[in-house]
């Protein structure tokens, strides 16, 4: 698919039941990804919406593909379940595509947003903690892999994840 069809903006709270719809399509295909039926079926209430303070930030974005919502993702400096910061880190949060636009490069183009704008504000250090199945996507951008962490969604919900960082330029 030609890149000029694929629009990224900010997203903004308007977007979302959207990306929520998005979201819960894209995590749905995690079923294939070797969790446990039982522990992903108690996340997905949980992991498949989009999260409002994620959608307020100004870097969470949103992929269009001809005005349709295709892909979402961003960043922020706050580490993920714990809102710690670190000077000079940042972490990718949130990413989805939904399976109509998968292969089409459109994660590839949020991520590489994501990237850009955070060495612009002096990261130098981007962590992703990856689904078993993300792993890939972030090897091949340039992550590499520091170990399986567990992500914790509520008391008593955990799923596996791959903590992964890349030295931004």
């Given at each position: 698919?030609?890149?000029?069809?694929?629009?990224?903006?900010?997203?903004?709270?308007?977007?979302?039941?959207?990306?929520?719809?998005?979201?819960?399509?894209?995590?749905?295909?995690?079923?294939?990804?070797?969790?446990?039926?039982?522990?992903?079926?108690?996340?997905?209430?949980?992991?498949?919406?989009?999260?409002?303070?994620?959608?307020?930030?100004?870097?969470?974005?949103?992929?269009?593909?001809?005005?349709?919502?295709?892909?979402?993702?961003?960043?922020?400096?706050?580490?993920?379940?714990?809102?710690?910061?670190?000077?000079?880190?940042?972490?990718?949060?949130?990413?989805?595509?939904?399976?109509?636009?998968?292969?089409m490069g459109i994660a590839r183009l949020l991520l590489d947003?994501?990237?850009?704008?955070?060495?612009?504000?002096?990261?130098?250090?981007?962590?992703?903690?990856?689904?078993?199945?993300?792993?890939?996507?972030?090897?091949?951008?340039?992550?590499?892999?520091?170990?399986?962490?567990?992500?914790?969604?509520?008391?008593?919900?955990?799923?596996?994840?791959?903590?992964?960082?890349?030295?931004?330029?």
């Amino acid at each position: 698919m030609s890149t000029d069809r694929i629009r990224i903006r900010t997203a903004t709270s308007e977007d979302l039941d959207t990306l929520s719809e998005l979201i819960a399509a894209s995590y749905a295909t995690l079923r294939e990804s070797g969790y446990e039926t039982q522990a992903l079926e108690a996340a997905m209430p949980k992991m498949s919406r989009a999260n409002p303070d994620l959608l307020s930030s100004g870097t969470y974005f949103v992929a269009e593909v001809d005005g349709v919502p295709a892909g979402c993702g961003g960043w922020t400096t706050a580490k993920p379940g714990t809102g710690e910061i670190v000077d000079g880190v940042a972490h990718i949060r949130h990413f989805a595509t939904h399976p109509r636009f998968v292969r089409m490069g459109i994660a590839r183009l949020l991520l590489d947003r994501c990237l850009a704008e955070a060495h612009a504000t002096g990261a130098r250090l981007m962590k992703s903690q990856s689904t078993l199945s993300g792993e890939r996507f972030y090897a091949a951008a340039g992550f590499r892999r520091i170990g399986e962490v567990e992500v914790e969604f509520a008391p008593g919900i955990i799923l596996p994840a791959i903590e992964m960082e890349r030295a931004l330029p």
